[in-house]
């Protein structure tokens, strides 16, 4: 899933470039006080109207970007422009008339189905308990999967009748499901145990409830005085208490309103025959409240009290018999308590936020839970032992056929919006409920709930089917795996498999199928899930592959089908079409690796499985014999032996390492075209060969290769630019564009994007995101990354890290235009009309970085390559040749520019993790496999700037315990019988984490004694043997295990013998290691607080382990359109237009909202930049409402302390300030710093930015010691990691000078003040205004200081009848306080006049004109508004 804090960079902080102007004359200190009345962007429309998706303002947003030139998705629009509106159909009102009820108006789409209503009536308070009627127009009764518009005679005005019908016992059923749900509706349990896509969410007991309503109750200042600003004593800058209790607060809602004590079905069910020719459906026994115990009989009429009691069956309806339709209306009748609690529920059932009763598309799990009451639930209890899922039974015939739906799906329609809507809707929908469908499966696999296919089998062996899912262990069958490292490589295969599945699914081929695949972690077993190809179980394997090979490249057979599909794959996943020699020495051709196997289904389908070589081997981790790796690789001490053979590279760092090659083949295309040109103008030598080495511009440093083309070091001088050093070589160290940083979580599945363009005009693009600007207007979505190219990036990144400017001034190398327009005509005529010389300067470009045809740039690997058993025909020897090499230069770049390119983000803070997810998903945005995470912690250790890097070093070290620990776990876990479980994993914790020396472990001491004998016989665990081994494991022993596997899994060295020395020498925290090492494997444990530093008693018994998740990896289906006007909403708000920006982003939200449903983590990132530009638009409110949406989605779908929800909380509480709710906004920052504690602990730059947030509120309700104890930390923080003289360290000092003048001490407020302007002096220079603001600042608390002194000698000389005069003490306003707010969190409003707009305009085109004559950028102007940087946390005057 889409995680954590990079994508929000590429989110979120596209929105500093705003330009909201005040009215003349206002000063900006009212300026949050009235929303702006001019032009809030450079595009001359009012700022009041907030879009609403209408189809005309579409219309107007696709004018503009014409206008702008904004080539951003033209392409795209135009088909779609026509398609948006039909979509955007306007509403309609209708009436709807209940039995019992008064007629209510309900807004309606025409593109709404019949049973949507029926949906909305079944949760509205006063007919939720309704769930068997028609709804009739005019007597007509509708079809419920009817269309609105299709239905004649339905209008403006017209009134539907609920009319009730006839159960059936199917509706009987549902009927009680129903109230089950309604009365359960409160209750977190079923979010507790992780079932039904519930999960958790906090948000409302920090707001009281909604924040819209509380927003208009209380006004500004109001509220001033009752305010209690203390936190607890645990969130205050350096406790070092973590408790965990706080994690989970008490929602007072959930204490339950008991309505009924016991409801479910009867023993006398089903039915006798004489009784169901009577209309008895089913029998329901109850107790009410009231201690009644009643039978009911559910008959076709409805509901009515029988006469039957549990001993004696008695079908006649009782005197009086309360016949209801509905059982809701009959509880009312016989218990007064029922009646009573159930309104009371209901209301506030109504009242929650949507959002917080929305199943999720995937179920979340919680790693803590309090100790939930078990409750009597029928539902329950007949769900536990169907196959089905609940929500199934609704769906005719039987089982679902899953491999039927999911490629059904496939194939529907995509020619325009409404069809690709349509389609993408529903492959989301089945592989939400595919993956939910296998998650049970697995779990009941090693349950031991399922049958074996195969039971004569030993049990590693054994492989199941249920519920039309197959599913097989991840261990080494038939030494299947054995030349591949065994049960290490079947562990791994799995999850190789899914990411190739990814990556084929999102190229999304037509023709070619893939097999619905979930990997699922349980009690220390991989289970694969996959759904089955038709007629697959009736033949053997060998006579159904009839393309790829079943013994790794013994035998291989090819298909010219086949071939042709995966040849329209090969493109985009960047596979070379080879030869491979087959058992007779006969070539066969392939265009994948030769484990892929293609099987035509009895479907008549082609069906490819066996992806897990969708990607080329990484040689850092594949020893060969006789092959050297290159220099970089050898120094780091590869190639290592892995655990094994199946290590290959990422999908997201092969596309980055052919952009970094494609940018390379223009520089050389350029600079060839350039001695060209210079030879033919003049034999005059412009060019100064190789005798002036160290020119103008440092080189950038690069290590020769053996190979490489020689290294030309030229220096150009065409007049216009200064002299500009380039230096070319085919190495991987040579710079890499930035472009790829911006990708979101899932950047796997990117190659949806390049499937429109050919790869050169699609990297051509990345050459302008290496220049990439706010202001630029040719962000194409086709560019290979899944993000906004934030400007941050702009630098290119090389191993060295060199500064940002070389890196711009290499860019802009003249002829680089020219290069593009050889490379582009030259693919599109096949060379025939272009001159041999031009061709020739494409040749050598393309020899030179290993391109695979010599006509255009076109980088491809053969997956084969170092496959052991797989052997190539004699003529293609040079050809492997050049392939090994391309793999040794991938392996090479990995290690030399990937990791320092990392390092180096974190070192400017553009990549901020978290935690071990969002440190993950750092690596993988950037092509790094976590194997190397050992790698990564040396290089950070020999970094000069290590003390910067310090929270990025401890997260790693965190993680790599918590993976070893993982590690040992899974395996420890398999020799554990379930009896057992609890107090193995409790003992497992103990030694993990407690301080206790000998932890032993609680044996179930008479399941042991007993039944020894037939105890082999019931054991049929996978794994068996004797069970109570694991009892002997000793903290020592745990610890041991884990120094050698970070040693041999990680080559990294951790000196540490226990938890307690790890904590000492890493700064670590016990909690976070038990959080993650909960969540890595799965376990939930009781929220309570342990005590981890007992040497006396272990902090774990086996009580406190509630639960045993799965873990589960499968694919994330996307919406592509969405996505696509969701990156041109992106690019448009980078540009400074913010209302078409907005108009997009909402258009994006809508089709999001299509394609997913309410919930999703794409959703909340929408959601979040909508916040912030209604914030910046000056519409506060819709900005809260927004916001609070995106808190609650992040809550429920990554989790309640995801740092995805962390800055979530920050922004809330921003949006709450400047509606006036201060003490709302006080609760959320608490609620973060919490969560932040917990996570990541106190020494973290986010940290930083939390507590100027808390402590400028503090600051405004006047706690200025509080504030200080905040201000003073943060100051500290931003010291540590920005530098003693960055502009962050600036405003710090300058926070801290101002409450100490409101606290009249004005000695320590001009120290720190001083300290400030001197940075702003030697930052900015003196005439810069921040240093102007700060000498004016100085000179005021100079003033200041001399009148309190004054005041001060006049009481010592005169005594009490001194002539005092008034001193001003000032209590900040709101508004200096959140013009601070927006200050530090990003967000600046810049006055503008209408002049100031024109001139705005015309530079912004300037510019435009500038990027496109290939201009270098340094020429423009430094404090210029639209320069500013674009991150969160954001300095005022960086350029």
Known sequence: MVSKTDDIQASVPNCNVNTVDLAEGETPDHQETKAPKKDPCACGHSASAVVMNGGGAHYHSEEESKQDGGGDMDGVEDSNEQEVIVIQDTGFTVKIQAPGTEPFDLQVSPQEM?????????????????????????????????????????????????????????????????????????????????????????????????????????????????????????????????????????????????????????????????????????????VTVEERHISITASTRGFYLNQSTTYTFNPKPANPSFLSHSLVELLSQISPAFKKNFTVLQKTRVQRHPFERIA???????????????????????????????????????????NEELQTTRELARKNLPERLLRERAIFKVHSDFAAAATRGSMAVIDGNVMAINPGEETRMQMFIWNNIFFSLGFDVRDHYRELGGDAAAHAAPTNDLNGVRAYGAVDVEGLYTLGTVVVDYRGYRVTAQSIIPGILEREQEQSVIYGSIDFGKTVVSHGKYLELLERTSRPLKVQRHNVLNEKDESVELCSSVECKGIIGNDGRHYILDLLRTFPPDLNFLPVEGEELSPESVRQGFPRQHRHRLACLRQELIEAFVEHRYLLFMKMAALQLMQQKANNESKIATLTENNSPEAAVPALPSTENPDASAKSTETLNDGKSDVV???????????????????????????????????????????????????????????????????????????????????????????????????????????????????EVVLNACKAVGSISNTSFDIRFNPDIFSPGVRFPEDSVDDIQKQKQLLKDAAAFLVSCQIPSLVKDCLDHSALPMDGATLTEALHQRGINVRYLGNVLEFVDKTPAKAQLEHFYRIGINELITRCAKHIFKTYLQGVELSALSAAVSHFLNCFLSSFPDAVAHLPADELVSRRKNRKRRNRVPGGGDNTAWASLTPSELWKNIVSEAQSYYNFTLHCENADQVVEKYGLQKITLLREISIKAGIQILIKEYNFDSRHKPAFTEEDILNIFPVVKHVNPKASDAFHFFQSGQAKVQQGYLKEGCELINEALNLFNNVYGAMHVEICACLRLLARLNYIMGDHHEAL??????????????????????????????????????????????????????????????????????????????????????????????SKYHGPRSLKVALSHHLVARVYESKAEFRSALQHEKEGYTIYKNQVGEAHEKTKESSEYLKYLTQQAVALQRTMNEIYKNGSNASIMPLKFTAPSMASVLEQLNIINGIIFIPLSQKDLENLKAEVQRRQQLQESGKSMEELTVDDPLELEDKIPMDVNVD
């Open 114 to 286: 019949v049973q949507e209503i029926h949906q909305v009536l079944m949760d509205r308070e006063d007919t939720c308990h309704r769930t068997c009627f028609s709804l009739q127009l005019d007597g007509n009764v509708l079809d419920n999967f009817a269309e609105l518009k299709s239905i004649e005679g339905l209008q403006e005005g017209s009134l539907l009748k609920v009319v009730e019908e006839p159960y059936t016992v199917r509706e009987a059923r549902i009927h009680v499901r129903h109230i089950r749900d309604l009365l359960k509706s409160l209750d977190p349990s079923d979010a507790y145990n992780g079932v039904d896509c519930n999960s958790l969410s906090f948000l409302s007991v920090f707001t009281d409830g909604d924040l819209g309503d509380s927003g208009k109750r209380k006004k500004k200042g109001s509220d001033l005085e009752q305010i209690d600003c203390t936190p607890p004593e645990h969130i205050l800058p350096g406790s070092k208490e973590r408790p965990l209790v706080p994690l989970q607060p008490q929602n007072k809602d959930w204490k339950p309103m008991q309505c009924l004590k016991v409801l479910t079905m009867s023993g006398w069910n089903p039915p006798p025959g004489n009784r169901k020719m009577h209309g008895d459906l089913m029998y329901l026994y109850m």
């Open 360 to 402: 999720t598309p995937f179920q979340v799990y919680s790693w803590t839970a309090p100790q939930v009451d078990h409750t009597m639930d029928c539902v329950r209890a007949e769900d536990a032992y169907t196959s089905r899922l609940g929500y199934e039974e609704h769906i005719p015939g039987q089982t679902r056929d899953w």
């Open 725 to 839: 050093q380039i230096e070319t070589t085919s190495t991987s160290d040579a710079p890499q564009p930035a472009a790829t940083e911006a990708t979101t979580t899932e950047a796997a599945p990117k190659a949806e994007q390049t499937t429109e363009t050919d790869i050169p005009s699609a990297a051509a693009t990345t050459m302008t995101a290496s220049q990439a600007t706010p202001t630029e207007d040719n962000v194409v979505p086709t560019v290979t990354t899944n993000g906004p190219l934030v400007p941050v990036a702009t630098a290119i990144q090389n191993g060295e890290c060199e500064s940002p400017l070389e890196g711009k001034a290499e860019d802009s190398i003249p002829g680089l235009a020219q290069a593009k327009e050889l490379a582009e005509s030259l693919a599109a005529e096949d060379g025939s009309g272009i001159d041999p010389k031009s061709r």
């Open 1185 to 1278: 409402s927004n916001q609070q949406k995106a808190v609650l989605m992040s809550e429920r779908v990554l989790g309640v302390e995801h740092p995805n929800t962390i800055q979530e909380y920050m922004h809330l509480a921003l949006y709450c300030f400047a509606n006036g709710q201060l003490s709302t906004a006080l609760k959320l920052l608490y609620r973060a710093r919490y969560l932040m504690l917990m996570v990541c602990g106190e020494d973290h730059p986010e940290m930083a930015l939390l507590d100027s947030n808390i402590g400028l509120v503090l600051h405004g309700v006047m706690e200025y010691d509080l504030s200080l104890r905040f201000l003073e930390n943060a100051l500290a923080i931003n």
